[in-house]
């Protein structure tokens, strides 16, 4: 559930999210619950189990992040194509070895795992010039046991930050990694690394620090009914 909802809340375009669908309602799988005015469709905000509460709290989490990083929701599509007046590529596919995956590596059945940098410094808006957000990395493992992947070392940074691992959702606080590190990728698991630049990194530090506060707080639930 927990890669589910990373994929499409990290994914660039607009969400969708169904009520109920933070905390794991299913509704028994009727996609046609509109016709079913019972307990089926009926959103039971009371009734949320310690599971649920969590899901609902890594949820939060998850759309900070979405608010606080512009990078993850663009306006433009990307394109992977490198941008000779900018000198960046919007968004790189990489290998578990850290390197740009080439045609044959997208050819390779056996392949599993693989990461997207998006690059915060590529044009964000119709005027073509250079952008100031986040460089953000992700990673998507597939593979049903640990993948080593290792962490790219990109054009300007100090190092990265993981922000988020849907294997382990009670992070709080984002942990450094070096670049060429080799990040033991949890089977079937969606990682999410910030870069923190060469200068500063304040701000990035502190939006990624109030976006992981945002799943710990108490769940924010509607009034019983009287």
């Known amino acids: 559930k927990r890669n589910m909802l990373a994929t499409l809340l990290l994914a660039q375009g607009t969400p969708m999210l169904l009520a109920g669908d933070e905390f794991g309602r299913t509704q028994r799988g009727n996609n046609n619950a509109y016709c079913q005015d019972n307990a089926l469709s009926w959103v039971d905000w009371q009734g949320i189990t310690a599971e649920g509460a969590a899901l609902a709290a890594f949820t939060r989490k998850l759309i900070a992040l979405r608010q606080h990083f512009p990078v993850l929701r663009r306006n433009r599509f990307l394109t992977g194509e490198f941008d000779e007046e900018l000198g960046v590529k919007d ?21 599993r795992c693989l990461g997207m940098v998006l690059d915060g410094r590529a044009q964000a808006t119709g005027i073509h010039r250079p952008a100031s957000d986040a460089t953000m990395l992700l990673i998507l493992n597939a593979h049903h046991d640990v993948v080593e992947f290792t962490l790219p070392e990109p054009a300007a940074g100090k190092h990265w930050m993981l922000l988020l691992d849907t294997s382990h959702p009670m992070l709080d606080e984002p942990e450094t990694f070096e670049f060429g590190h080799p990040y033991p990728v949890p089977g079937r698991s969606l990682l999410l690394f910030v870069l923190r630049p060469d200068g500063g990194g304040g701000a990035i530090m502190n939006a990624a620090r109030t976006a992981l506060l945002a799943g710990t707080g108490v769940l924010p639930l509607p009034p019983a009914a009287s």
């Not at 290998?95 to 390779?108: Q, Y």
């Open 91 to 111: 968004v790189t596919w990489l290998t578990p070895a850290g390197i740009e995956k080439a045609r044959e590596h997208w050819e390779d059945p056996n392949a």
